[in-house]
């Protein structure tokens, strides 16, 4: 009995433990479904730009260029503070990837400014044209040094053309705060000086603006009310249009200024009419320094230490200005440089150091370094230290080699896939963008060629070939001519000369292609000069649609055995690209081998097509026809093949301009015989009406018959 009653209660107790579980899961579930409903809900919307007014140059400019993951990786690493390195191979958008990551830091944090540095004025000035074509104010930014002036625009981005804007910038905006008043029914002295404006904007339209803010809010409040707990209601959007105070001002903006279809769009529409005001007043604001700095130096000095956001410069004009930037107290929060790996280390430095330490630490914020480093380094001219001091390894090659982190950018849309194959072998993963297949330019062949790109192999000209006329200034004359008529050919079926380039390694060779050029094509208006005529090293950052290469060299290799350099050189074109050497030296170079081994898939004779006038009509991979294929063996070939062109085109120009000559001669006369009519006409009607005889008149007509 015992035994049965410990059980029963053994039972009880097993019985109230399970009832006293049950109670505390229920008691739980009922605390997780509350605390599901207290969780706050996260909604996602596209974002919209602010409506900054009703004008059309209100609309902010915006970059058109769609990122890969990549190059949107690399923009947001630079808006992080820190060091960013963006390694950036020929044609994957390095330039485009800077210029967004300084318009993000002009918008995102406004009160920063940007230090940009390049090693070149034409790279700075590339960099700078494209930070024009965004959505940044003029008044930010400013270029020093003296490659501005070679800047694509009239306007002056220098500090005394910068000076001058904002002096005529201020006169017409006291202008438009006139105007202002005037439609408020004020008088005209409130737009005097900046202050008598900044005073106008405080009391006058602060205030209204204000008390519109209060009429919008108490209608809202009206309508919400009158609901009662049904679906919120919006005002009558004519609230908006009825109770603007600055519907005058903005009677020359395009109207209608309010549309009248909701009250939420017509809201945003008077916001943005008043940013529009509340940033002219925000200006004036900014150049009242400029009323009361009287000198041009004192001006010159308060633009460049506090107006200007946005500063570019080069490293030499960075070296030599750095003493007078820190005297003034020169600041800055970011620094971007481009062409990093062309800059030497003590030039890498010199930017960092343009302003002094506050309370012991550096106001620096981001480093933005952006480079190439399997492109040509630093020029040191002195061998000693270029070899035994390694001072042509970069600050940015120096990373690299330690191992600090890198976004690599993985995708080229400068050249057709066929023509990166020549460089992509140097690049972990190198790739195309989608519009190198797409486009029409890279699906089209290149007109009068059978490849996009050949090794051509050029022999000695009578038993010559490499010559130094003086030491160091290596030519070759067979090079040259070859060169040069390739040029005279692609310009007689139709090519621009400003597509084509000729690039060649050294600097005697590139002397003697522009003697080659001013004798036989700078004064003829058949062919004219190619768009430059330059060496490898100093097109580094350039490009251009045709390249014709000249590596100069019969005897040795000599300095296109660095890889870096033979890159720069593959790399320069877009659609074309045709090199001129001697074969049998630089295939059995094994530095270059990778390179070669793709050139030489193709014949090394100069292969065209007869009679293919450019633009062509036949795509890219398709066979030209086998009776228009002609195979060049050398030079002279060439030169004479050129010179039988040309002989037909000559002929033909000829004839144009007699032709067209004729036809502005006849009308000439048709003109003279038309006025001597006309003024006969006027004669005859003139002695009619004072009754004179006709028969000078006559005379008139028949002298503008004959």
Known sequence: AESKGKGKSGAKSKGGAK???????????KESKSEQQAKPVLRATSWRPLNMGPYPFNQPRRNGIRFTPVQAEAIRSGMEPGLTMVVGPPGTGKTDVAVQIISN???NFPEQRTLIVTHSNQALNQLFEKIMALDIDERHLLRLGRGQEALETEKDFGRLGRVNYVLERRLALLKEVERLAVSLDLGTDVAYTCETAGHFHLYHILSRWERFQATLREASDAAAKAAAGAEPAEPAAALVAQHFPFARYFENAPQPLFGGESWAADVEVAEGCYRHIAKMFTELGEFRAFE?????????????????????????HAALKRRDLVKLGFKYDNVLMEESAQILEIETFIPLMLQQAQDGHSRLKRIVMIGDHNQLPPVIQNVAFQKYSNMEQSMFTRFVRLGVPTIDL????????????????????????PHVQRLGEF???????????????VGDFNGVGESEPTPHFTQNLAEAEYVVAVFMYMRLIGYPAHRISILTTYNGQRALLND?????CAQHPLYGMPA?????????????????????????????????????????????????????LFEQCLELKPTFDVLLTRPDRLALVCQEPFPAQRAHDAAPPAHACVTIPDMPSMVAYVDEVSSGYVRDYVAEQEAALAAQRERERAEFAEQARAHAAAQHAQGAAEGRGDGHIDRLAEMGEA
């Open 516 to 520: 080659v050029l001013g004798a036989r």
């Open 105 to 107: 830091l002009y918008h």
């Open 19 to 29: 009832k006293g579980d049950t109670g505390t899961t229920k008691e739980s579930s």
């Open 292 to 316: 009361l700095l009287r000198s041009s130096y004192d001006r010159n000095n308060y633009l460049l230490v506090k107006e200007a956001k946005i500063i570019a410069m080069t490293c030499t």
């Open 410 to 433: 993985d995708r080229q849309g400068r050249a057709r896939a066929s023509i990166a194959r020549l460089y992509n072998w140097r690049y972990r993963g190198l790739g195309d963008l």
């Open 532 to 584: 430059a005529v330059s060496t490898v090293d100093k097109f580094q950052g350039q490009q251009n649609d045709f390249i014709l290469l000249s590596l100069v060299r019969s005897k040795i290799v000599g300095h296109v055995r660095d890889v870096r350099r033979l890159v720069v050189a593959m790399s320069r074109a877009r659609l074309g690209l045709y090199v001129f050497g001697r074969r049998a």
């Open 443 to 457: 699906r089209a062949a290149n007109a009068g060629f059978q490849h996009d790109f050949q090794f051509v192999d």
